[in-house]
């Protein structure tokens, strides 16, 4: 079956400017996860989606972070007045549920560069 | 200091030689380990995934947990060039609070299989 799809596979943008990126999670699951990956950093968490809820946006970096999610499936990152530190590459999971038994699975991800 | 330390490597091997990858952690608290494998310019995928401690074997592949001294491994046997990719381990906590299903990720190491 289909996997995590994530949109655009790269992207790249002046610094300033906003970018959307897009995640369509596996059909029927319910848990949604963005993680961002950079070479000093490693992988990191910033938010999760239970339905349409986001209970935990403690690892958004700044008030230029915000991610929604509509219908219970697509979800959307949006960055505002880009950065050259936001270069990195997004990664978005997905799993039936959002308890930690249930495993995520990733997309492959978009890699953001900030001129 | 990182709650889960991973050595980055990188890591060359022949093939056909064991390789043993490994974490250690500081949160008591998590209770759930996985290993994913990432190929170049793809997202992770789930290769193992254990509760607590103890020993699971999928094909060439073992992964162990000993909480007891909050370390994990895991082992590939004859291993092939197509084993070659970054490894990261992560980890979760029971369900609870506000960390359901966050995954906290090792730096990841990059392993080499030549033939």
């Known amino acids: 079956g289909a996997g995590v799809s994530q949109s655009p596979s790269n992207k790249v943008t002046e610094k300033g400017k906003d970018v959307e990126l897009r995640c369509d999670p596996i059909?029927?699951?319910?848990?949604l996860y963005w993680y961002r990956q950079s070479l000093g950093q490693g992988l990191e968490f910033l938010i999760y989606?239970?339905?349409?809820?986001?209970?935990?946006k403690s690892g958004l970096p700044s008030d230029r972070f915000s991610a929604e999610r509509t219908g219970g499936s697509v979800s959307t990152l949006t960055i505002q007045r880009t950065q050259q530190e936001d270069s990195a590459v997004y990664l978005c999971?997905?799993?039936?549920?959002?308890?930690?038994?249930?495993?995520?699975?990733f997309g492959d991800g978009t890699r953001l560069s900030i001129l | 200091q990182k709650e889960v330390e991973q050595d980055p490597g990188p890591l060359s091997v022949p093939e056909g030689a064991i390789v043993s990858l490994n974490c250690t952690y500081s949160?008591?608290?998590?209770?759930?380990f996985m290993w994913y494998r990432q190929y170049s310019r793809k997202g992770p995928e789930l290769l193992m995934y254990?509760?607590?401690?103890g020993n699971k074997e999928d094909g060439r592949f073992t992964a162990q947990v000993d909480k007891s001294s909050k370390y994990i491994s895991l082992f590939i046997r004859d291993s092939q060039p197509s084993d070659s990719a970054t490894y990261l381990c992560?980890?979760?906590?029971?369900?609870?609070?506000?960390?359901?299903?966050?995954?906290?990720f090792g730096q990841g190491t990059i392993l080499t299989v030549h033939p």
């Open positions: 999971a997905s799993s039936p549920g959002i308890y930690s038994n249930q495993p995520q699975h």
């Open positions: 059909s029927g699951h319910t848990a």
């Open positions: 989606f239970q339905g349409n809820s986001a209970p935990d």
């Open positions: 949160n008591s608290a998590f209770q759930y």
């Open positions: 254990t509760y607590s401690s």
């Open positions: 992560a980890m979760s906590a029971s369900a609870g609070g506000t960390s359901y299903g966050k995954l906290t």
